[in-house]
């Protein structure tokens, strides 16, 4: 059974910082492509970061230059570095796995975790 375990969210001021953790298990991690997606109240479902198997990354537009995606396959964790924080990246954070990097870019991984909430205050 595939799981994706999301950890690390929580309540900041703008300008702070948060690390996010997803623990992986029940599929052959190293081999996928791994995403973080975020949906505010009211809002659709966004594409933060993409990372596939090779280590090759992509961020949205929204975040580049402040968050880092990467992944420690021995320990088949994913994280999310997010700095310089702002009101606009308040969101549910949720982790999840494909098994190409086109299922990631287009938003249709096979698997999501159950998120992990990201409120960042002014």
């Known amino acids: 059974e595939v799981q994706l375990v999301e950890s690390g969210g929580g309540s900041v001021q703008a300008g702070g910082s948060l690390r996010l953790s997803c623990l992986a298990s029940?599929?052959?991690?190293?081999?996928?492509?791994m995403g973080w997606f975020r949906q505010a109240p009211e809002k659709g479902r966004e594409g933060v970061a993409g990372?596939?198997?090779?280590?090759?990354?992509v961020y949205g537009d929204s975040v580049k230059g402040r968050f880092t995606i990467s992944k420690d396959n021995a320990k088949n964790t994913l994280y999310l570095q997010m700095n310089n924080l702002q009101p606009d990246d308040t969101a549910m954070y949720y982790c999840?796995?494909?098994?190409?990097?086109?299922?990631?870019?287009?938003?249709?991984?096979?698997?999501w975790g159950q998120g992990t909430q990201v409120t960042v205050s002014s």
């Open positions: 029940g599929f052959t991690f190293d081999a996928y492509a």
């Open positions: 990372i596939d198997s090779a280590g090759n990354t």
């Open positions: 999840a796995a494909g098994s190409t990097m086109a299922m990631i870019v287009s938003r249709v991984p096979e698997n």
